[in-house]
């Protein structure tokens, strides 16, 4: 049998075709799971998860508003039937310094990132614990264990280490409903998030950074949300894994 046969997963910010989301989505239905791509209405996630087969289903949904959060993951249940899987993918960076953050750039950055992994974490958990059995995998970032990638700023770096332990108190809290919650800390994957932002006098010195020599691929997350999503990872609940290529080895 597949790895996820009979699973269902929600990848939220998952319309993007270049971005770590779709690509997640593409390899967890690859590997049999039936996959709603939640999104922002211009991203049209409809759209999307009908490129990945008619089993799939594509929703308009704001992380950052709890109503629509709840009303998409009862829209899975409803057409689905089941969730399984919980990837809280969606994001946003700024590339600001401190003292230059303002109160709507904290708040537009820390509330797709971090507010929305707990909206959207609140709409499936009920569900899990029914079922007594969910994985939820939230995307971090390097940024938030070296303080600054590359791109983004320290308000991003912050909303990701938020990520973080929010990631590992829900991981202590639903143990026991056999619900585990794990993070993946890319480093830089080649998106549409850094696309044209790195700046050429600056590649080189990255590049050399990376003891695995070169910049990631979505799939390279993917193949880590598959496992983090899968029984392959059955007693992993609270980790962190690093997708950086070696940028940051501690
Ligand atoms: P991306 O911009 O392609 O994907 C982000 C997706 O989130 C988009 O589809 C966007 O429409 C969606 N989104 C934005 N606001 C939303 C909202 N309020 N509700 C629902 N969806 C929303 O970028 P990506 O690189 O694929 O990023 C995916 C995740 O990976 C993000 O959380 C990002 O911070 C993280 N990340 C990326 C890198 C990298 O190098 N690409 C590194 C570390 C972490």
Redesign the pocket.
Known sequence: PLLLQDKVAIV?????R????YASARMLAAHGARVAI???EQ?DPAAAAAELGPQHIGLV????DKASCVAAAGEVLKRLGRIDVLLN?????QPIKTLDITGANYDAVLD??LR?TLYMSQAAIPSMREQKSGAIVC?S???AQRGG?ILGGPHYSAA?AGVLGLAKAMAREFGGDNIRVNCIT????A????KGKIPEDKRAAILDSIPLGCIGE?NDVAGCVVFLASDLSKYCTGITVDVNGGMLIH
């Open positions: 939220t910010g998952g319309a993007g270049n971005g770590l989301g939640l999104d922002l991203a949904a704001d992380v950052t993918n969606a994001g946003i960076t797709v990132n929305g995307i970032s390097v940024s990638g990701k890319p480093g830089l994957i998106t549409d998030i850094n979505p």
